[in-house]
Structure formats: C-alpha cells, structure tokens
C-alpha cells in the first residue's frame, strides 16, 4: 500500500518561505502517477495547491501560482512544496497525495498531514 | 475557476437515515472529473467516489453518487455510527481543481 509521510518546519515566519517535503513509500514516484500538495486551514474547507506529474510536469492553482513551486525527486522518492511570502493566511494543516486516473482526476492516498503554522 | 457549493452546510441525521449531499458547480464539469471524499476529525480526506458515481476500493455500497453537468449528489443509505463526518466534493477542468467548502453529516 503506498504511504506519504510530509515533513518540514511546524512553524514559519511571516513573509519567509515555506518548504514541505512529501516522501513517499511502498511506490517508486518515477514510475507514473501525479502527485499534489493540498492544504486545510484550521476549521476550513480543503485548498488544492499544486501538483506535479511523474516526469515533472506542473498544475498551480491560479491564486497561488505567483508564490508556490513544486517540484518532484526521482531519486529521493520524494516531491516537495515551496510557498514564498507567507502570512497568517498560510496557517494550515498540509496534506500530500497521489493523483490518481488517467481518465478522472482525484487523490486516493493521502499523507496523514502537517500543521503549518506561520508567526513571528 | 469552476466553484463548488455544497448544501446544505450541517445535515443533522439518526443512524439509519439516508443522506443527501448536494455540489452543484458554477458551470459545467465532466461527470469523469467530480469526486466525493470524508473527513473525521484530525484524518486526512478518504476517496469515496471518483468519476461522479463509481466507488472507490474498500467503500460500501450504502454510498453512491449521481449527477451530471452541474448538479450532483452523494447519497448516504441506512446511516452508520462512523458515516458522520464532513464530505466534500471535489472537480477537475482546465487543469486546476477545486473542493466545495463541505456538508457534515452530524448525529441529531
């Protein structure tokens, strides 16, 4: 069964740069599938952010594009997330997933997620 | 963008009820691009249904799905103790998704 686990700093100051690493196991990522990064803000709704295809392709969710970059690790098994200029807004529990469906479009395994918390 | 919006927000239920979840989308979306997924508190989302009406692995058939255009549904059978959760429905077009903001099935 595949299993993502995120990992990255619980806490980020405001106006600094966020990065998240997604490593992925029980699945070689460089051998198909798409990968995401989605994220929940305390209390909220579900926020796609990003996701990136095994041979590096890239979808950003338009009002984030400006400040978000991901980028995928064959190598490492791992895909990471980097969000520039970050603000209170940014708090959220950050979640990574496989893409899955060549003809549909969702996320069938998720990491158990990680809380973000931006302050000074 | 396409937006999602989901009712109604709380759907307070008895165990053995049935559930119906409303998504209706701001303008028209593939059936093969709306999924459903739950969320318990503290969990990542689960996938419960892709392309509009097929279930995923593992999920009982009490859940299903319908719906076209703009309009869909995800139908809840005979509610079970762990059914109460939040649900959100979630499209794929013009290469960016989108996620309702969510109905919770609540015990009444």
């Known amino acids: 069964q595949v299993q993502l686990q995120e990992s990255g700093p619980g806490l980020v100051k405001p106006s600094e740069t966020l990065s998240l690493t997604c490593t992925v196991s029980?699945?070689?990522?460089?051998?198909?599938?798409?990968w995401g990064w989605i994220r929940q803000p305390p209390g909220k709704g579900l926020e796609w952010i990003a996701s990136?295809?095994?041979?590096?392709?890239?979808n950003y969710n338009p009002p984030l594009k400006s400040r978000v970059t991901i980028s995928i690790d064959t190598s490492k098994n791992q895909f990471s997330l980097r969000l520039n200029s970050v603000t209170a807004a940014d708090t959220a529990v950050y979640y990574c997933?496989?893409?899955?469906?060549?003809?549909?479009?969702?996320?069938?395994?998720w990491g158990q997620g990680t809380l973000v918390t931006v302050s000074s | 963008e396409i937006v999602l919006t989901q009712s109604p927000g709380t759907l307070s239920l008895s165990p053995g009820e049935s559930a119906t979840l409303s998504c209706r989308a701001s303008?028209?979306?593939?059936?093969?691009?709306l999924v459903w997924y739950q969320q318990k508190p503290g969990q990542a989302p689960r996938l419960l249904i892709f392309?509009?009406?097929t279930r995923a692995t593992g999920i009982p058939d009490r859940f299903s799905g319908s719906g076209s255009g703009t309009d869909f549904a995800l139908t809840i059978s005979r509610l079970e103790p762990e059914d109460f959760a939040v649900y959100y429905c979630?499209?794929?077009?013009?290469?960016?998704?989108?996620f309702g903001q969510g109905t919770r099935v609540e015990i009444k």
């Open positions: 392309g509009a009406s």
């Open positions: 303008q028209s979306v593939s059936s093969s691009y």
């Open positions: 029980h699945y070689s990522i460089g051998s198909g599938y798409s």
């Open positions: 979630q499209q794929y077009a013009s290469s960016a998704v989108s």
């Open positions: 990136v295809s095994y041979i590096g392709n890239t």
């Open positions: 997933a496989r893409r899955a469906g060549s003809d549909s479009y969702y996320f069938d395994f």
